[in-house]
């Protein structure tokens, strides 16, 4: 599978605006019922914990 990686002017996600972030494009199945997926190179940098049981992921910036 192939994917563009292209760069967004502006993302927000969980409270926090980051401006010309890399994003993959990709278009998923309507049936996964998601609207997207994060990746470790947002979520790390922002010292996310996913808590699976509740549902949640929480950043500590």
Not at 28 to 47: H, K, R, S
Request: charged share 20%; aromatic share 12%; net charge negative.
């Amino acid at each position: 599978m192939e994917a563009p990686v292209v760069a967004v002017p502006w993302f927000n996600c969980l409270g926090e605006r980051l401006e010309n972030f890399p994003i993959v494009a990709y278009t998923l199945p309507a049936t996964t019922f998601v609207d997207g997926l994060l990746g470790m190179d947002f979520l790390t940098p922002m010292q996310a914990v996913i808590y699976a049981k509740e549902g949640e992921i929480r950043i500590r910036v």
